[in-house]
């Protein structure tokens, strides 16, 4: 069974920094097409953050653009996201998700990714 791991959650202040990691077992690195991560804050509906795929394709969400950088260790099945910058509005639970179907700039856009991590917590405060 794949499942997908977050850590490195917590709290910062605005203009910390924080690296997330994802690790996936129970597969091999490329079983899954592409990796992404997701956001929720509370009362909003989850967001894709950023996404990388097996062609090299990168996709980021406007609003993390230019602060956040993804990217993959494939030998150590591990997706990060390494946020600079951070602002209160970045508060949210992160989740990393994995498909074997879209790229990265549809994953952005959609919920249904075949396999979700259970997220790790993120808060910014002032």
């Known amino acids: 069974q794949v499942q997908l791991a977050e850590s490195g959650g917590g709290s910062v202040q605005v203009g910390g920094s924080l690296n997330l990691s994802c690790t996936t077992s129970?597969?091999?690195?490329?079983?899954?097409?592409?990796m992404a991560w997701f956001r929720q804050a509370p009362g909003k509906e989850r967001e894709g953050v950023a996404a990388?795929?097996?062609?090299?394709?990168?996709s980021y969400a406007d609003s993390v653009k230019g602060r956040f950088t993804i990217s993959a260790d494939n030998d150590k099945n591990t997706l990060y996201l390494q946020m600079n910058s951070l602002r209160l509005e970045d508060t949210a639970m992160y989740y990393c998700?994995?498909?074997?179907?879209?790229?990265?700039?549809?994953?952005?856009?959609?919920?249904?990714?075949?396999?979700w991590g259970q997220g790790t917590l993120v808060t910014v405060s002032s």
């Open positions: 998700a994995g498909d074997r179907r879209v790229t990265a700039v549809q994953a952005l856009g959609f919920l249904g990714l075949d396999a």
């Open positions: 129970g597969a091999t690195s490329n079983f899954f097409y592409v």
């Open positions: 990388i795929d097996w062609d090299g394709g990168i």
